[in-house]
């Protein structure tokens, strides 16, 4: 595993044996998140597309000396799979304390390449999966009688970043449905809030992107000189989930060392 910082990180008592399911934790954030969730004690599960990477991760946090991920090979455009996913996770693990939408692509595209049906696979990965993850979970956060979701967002649209107008109509509502589902599911202690990271140096980053012109751009706008990793991302959302961001709701939460 080449997620972790090499400075220790916080310690949060109240994740330990906590039951945590993430989409897309095989591979970027969504690894570092399954990593850093099972260093703190939580039972997780998570589903992705990407077998390889996915059985590589469990393997390396099981040598680790952590608990075994529960994870399942899941396309989140099939609704029913993933709803099916996470209500098998759930019997085997129990009643999930966190749900963390993670899963997203931002593959780069123009205004005029956009066909319907292009349209419908991007937000068929981008945006409906996390309105019916939480759907899936909500039940069980009831009867646990609370829980945290957390959503992540993204600050390209912000910062008008460009080459991919539907993923930024996409993650644009993710503030939308936090803010929208705050209120009616704050009655039962869930708690419902946005991570939006910044530019993250991911593996995918570092091969399509992150060229001389990128790194031009991190330097120019970035207040912090540091390049953000994937465990930066991990930190907020575990002080959401454990019982720290108790009275946080509502909220968005940025991590971009200081660019947006």
């Known amino acids: 595993m080449t997620t972790s910082s090499s400075t220790p990180t916080a310690r949060f008592p109240s994740l330990q044996g906590r039951r945590v ?36 991760l469990v393997q ?3 040598t680790a000396g952590h608990a ?7 396309d989140v455009r099939d609704i029913a799979a993933l709803q099916a996913a996470i209500g098998d996770a759930a019997a085997e693990l129990g009643d999930f304390d966190v749900l963390v939408n993670n899963v997203a692509s ?3 595209h123009t205004l005029e390449s956009v ?11 981008n945006e409906r999966p996390a309105f019916f993850a939480i759907q899936a979970v909500v039940p069980g956060m009831r009867r646990r009688g609370g829980g945290s979701i957390v959503n992540l967002g993204s600050t390209g649209w912000q910062t008008k970043g460009s080459e991919y107008p539907c993923y930024a109509i996409a993650k644009s509502s993710v503030n939308g449905l936090t803010r929208g589902l705050a209120a009616s599911l704050g009655k039962d202690r869930i708690r419902v809030n946005t991570v939006s990271p910044g530019w993250v140096m991911t593996e995918r980053q570092l ?3 992150v060229n001389a012109e990128g790194e031009q751009a991190i330097a120019r706008n970035q207040c912090l000189p540091d390049r953000l990793q994937p465990h930066d991302i991990a930190a907020m959302v575990l002080f959401l989930a454990a019982d720290d ?4 709701t509502a909220q968005e939460f940025i991590v971009d060392a200081g660019w947006s």
């Not at 066909?115 to 990965?125: G, P």
Request: charge should be neutral.
């Open 245 to 248: 961001g108790r009275m946080c």
């Open 60 to 62: 390396a946090l099981t």
């Open 207 to 209: 091969k399509l992107w």
């Open 106 to 108: 931002d593959d780069r």
């Open 21 to 56: 399911f993430i989409t897309g934790g095989g591979s970027g954030i969504g690894a570092a998140m399954v990593e850093a969730f099972a260093v703190q004690g939580a039972r997780v599960a998570f589903i992705d597309v990407a077998e390889g990477p996915s059985a590589t």
């Open 68 to 74: 075994a991920p529960w994870w399942r090979r899941c």
């Open 115 to 125: 066909t319907l049906d292009y349209w419908e696979q991007r937000m068929a990965i």
